[in-house]
């Protein structure tokens, strides 16, 4: 008998991808926390708040009134009527009921847009550090994913002439990310008009923006989306944003775009063969959030501008590590370059921002993110989406660990 036939193996597509290692590395630190010990994480992209009680009611009574069928594949018509109002409300952007979609949240919007797009070897530009869902889903759609390193020297921001140099005839799209997971920084009006006049030179380019963090910016910033700014991009941009963050619904699963009608039904293909329509019980619930009272989200971000304060103030006084202050998101992205090369207490060397979150979690008890998993080494991302009095320890175990360290 051939034993191998039995044997599993994966796809092609999928053979050099693993679950994402920010999932696997909170798993480890739950499995630690279980085990009882005192572990911190601050490696999930989750906000702590619950959601608010309007939405959960809105759903219950959907429940009630039995909404509980298939709706129209990519969104209800309400569904469609309230994200049209929501992009018309607070980006500026006028669609037409063909040109919105719905799906099981953001990642699922962004892989229909790819698996609906994408020919075998098309290019699409993606500005790293950046969430890595990115490059797995273009190489799941048979594309190539193209690197652009950005650093904290343009604030993380992909600039017009990495952008002209990334271009080739086999680009497909742009990917932008503001403000962004993992380094929480963001694009303003002067970040983005010289990218469009990029795009301008090369209109075979698409843009696709995932504009999830929108209702988490500080300080005043004031928050764009690339297809307001500009009216010729309207054929070939793709607004992609949803109620996960800003409504603490991440559980829900609902995520939407706003883009070109033959984009949005060639995406809708792709989900008709895959999940249908997000749940209908869910899309009540999304519609109370959209149509719903927003001044909470102020507050909140309020909340999480204090931590992020807490966060980079703590890290930036420990002697090695420097952090920028981010303009929106909940997360710092801070580098430990000036501890790489290190020696423990227990006298091992610390070669890579792997190694550094490695012994930060046995040391410490607190689990953040290495860079490397974002494209960007020698650097780390902290979740800052939980406690202040949590923060606070977890950010004194850490200056604790690496006071103790030997400098080389
Ligand atoms: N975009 C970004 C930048 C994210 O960080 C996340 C969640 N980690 C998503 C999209 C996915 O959101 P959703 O829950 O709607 O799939």
Same mark, same amino acid.
């Given at each position: 008998?051939?034993?191998?036939? $039995?044997?599993?193996?994966?796809?092609?597509?999928?053979?050099?991808?693993?679950? $994402?290692?920010?999932? *696997?590395?909170?798993?480890?630190?739950?499995?630690?926390?279980?085990?009882?010990?005192?572990?911190?994480?601050?490696? =999930?992209?989750?906000?702590?708040?619950?959601?608010?009680?309007?939405?959960? %009611?809105?759903?219950?009574?959907?429940? #009630?009134?039995?909404?509980?069928?298939?709706?129209?594949?990519?969104?209800?018509?309400?569904?469609?009527?309230?994200?049209?109002?929501?992009?018309?409300?607070?980006?500026?952007?006028?669609? &037409?009921?063909?040109?919105?979609?719905?799906?099981?949240?953001?990642?699922?919007?962004?892989?229909?847009?790819?698996?609906?797009?994408?020919?075998?070897?098309?290019?699409?530009?993606?500005?790293?550090?950046?969430?890595?869902?990115?490059?797995?889903?273009?190489?799941?759609?048979?594309?190539?994913?193209?690197?652009?390193?950005?650093?904290?020297?343009?604030?993380?921001?992909?600039?017009? %002439?990495?952008? %002209?140099?990334?271009?080739?005839?086999?680009?497909?799209?742009?990917?932008?990310?503001?403000?962004?997971?993992?380094?929480?920084?963001?694009? +303003?009006?002067?970040?983005?008009?010289?990218?469009?006049?990029?795009?301008?030179?090369?209109?075979?380019?698409?843009?696709?923006?995932?504009?999830?963090?929108?209702?988490?910016?500080?300080?005043?910033?004031?928050?764009?989306?690339?297809?307001?700014?500009?009216?010729?991009?309207?054929?070939?941009?793709? *607004?992609?944003?949803?109620?996960?963050?800003?409504?603490?619904?991440? +559980?829900?699963?609902?995520?939407?775009?706003?883009?070109?009608?033959?984009?949005?039904?060639?995406?809708?293909?792709?989900?008709?063969?895959?999940?249908?329509?997000?749940?209908?019980? *869910?899309?009540?619930?999304?519609?109370? =959030?959209?149509?719903?009272?927003?001044?909470?989200?102020?507050?909140?971000?309020? $909340?999480?501008?204090?931590? #992020?304060?807490?966060?980079?103030?703590?890290?930036?006084?420990?002697?090695?590590?420097?952090?920028?202050?981010?303009?929106?998101?909940?997360?710092?992205?801070?580098?430990?370059?000036?501890?790489?090369? $290190?020696?423990?207490?227990?006298?091992? #060397?610390?070669?890579?921002?792997?190694?550094?979150?490695?012994?930060?979690?046995?040391? &410490?008890?607190?689990?953040?993110?290495?860079?490397?998993?974002? +494209?960007?080494?020698?650097?780390?991302?902290?979740?800052?989406? *939980?406690?202040?009095? %949590?923060? +606070?320890?977890?950010?004194?175990?850490?200056?604790?660990?690496?006071?103790?360290?030997?400098?080389?």
């Amino acid at each position: 008998m051939d034993i191998s036939s $039995s044997m599993f193996r994966p796809a092609g597509r999928i053979e050099d991808l693993g679950v $994402s290692e920010i999932l *696997t590395i909170t798993a480890r630190a739950a499995a630690l926390k279980r085990e009882g010990r005192p572990v911190i994480i601050l490696g =999930a992209g989750e906000p702590d708040f619950d959601t608010p009680d309007h939405i959960k %009611e809105a759903a219950v009574a959907a429940i #009630r009134q039995g909404q509980t069928k298939y709706t129209v594949l990519d969104g209800s018509p309400e569904m469609k009527r309230a994200i049209r109002d929501k992009f018309r409300r607070e980006n500026g952007l006028d669609f &037409a009921a063909n040109e919105v979609t719905a799906g099981a949240g953001a990642k699922q919007i962004l892989y229909n847009a790819m698996m609906a797009s994408l020919n075998e070897d098309d290019e699409v530009i993606v500005p790293t550090p950046c969430w890595t869902t990115y490059f797995d889903i273009v190489r799941i759609a048979g594309g190539v994913p193209v690197a652009v390193p950005c650093d904290d020297s343009t604030g993380f921001r992909l600039t017009a %002439e990495a952008l %002209e140099a990334a271009i080739t005839p086999r680009t497909r799209w742009l990917m932008l990310n503001s403000p962004s997971n993992p380094t929480g920084s963001a694009y +303003g009006e002067e970040d983005y008009r010289p990218l469009i006049e990029v795009l301008h030179r090369h209109p075979h380019v698409w843009l696709m923006v995932d504009d999830m963090y929108e209702h988490i910016t500080y300080d005043g910033f004031r928050f764009v989306t690339p297809a307001a700014l500009d009216e010729r991009l309207r054929d070939r941009c793709l *607004t992609i944003n949803g109620v996960s963050k800003a409504y603490a619904m991440t +559980g829900w699963r609902l995520g939407y775009a706003g883009g070109p009608a033959d984009l949005i039904s060639a995406m809708a293909v792709v989900q008709s063969q895959s999940t249908s329509c997000p749940s209908s019980v *869910t899309q009540a619930a999304a519609i109370a =959030a959209l149509d719903g009272p927003q001044d909470f989200l102020a507050d909140r971000a309020a $909340s999480f501008a204090a931590r #992020r304060d807490l966060v980079v103030d703590a890290l930036n006084a420990i002697d090695g590590i420097t952090c920028r202050k981010p303009e929106g998101a909940f997360y710092t992205f801070a580098s430990c370059e000036g501890l790489i090369g $290190s020696t423990t207490t227990e006298g091992v #060397r610390l070669d890579s921002d792997r190694d550094f979150c490695a012994w930060l979690l046995d040391a &410490a008890n607190v689990a953040v993110v290495p860079g490397a998993c974002f +494209g960007l080494p020698g650097c780390f991302r902290i979740s800052y989406a *939980t406690s202040e009095a %949590e923060l +606070g320890e977890a950010l004194g175990r850490i200056s604790d660990v690496c006071r103790a360290l030997r400098r080389n």
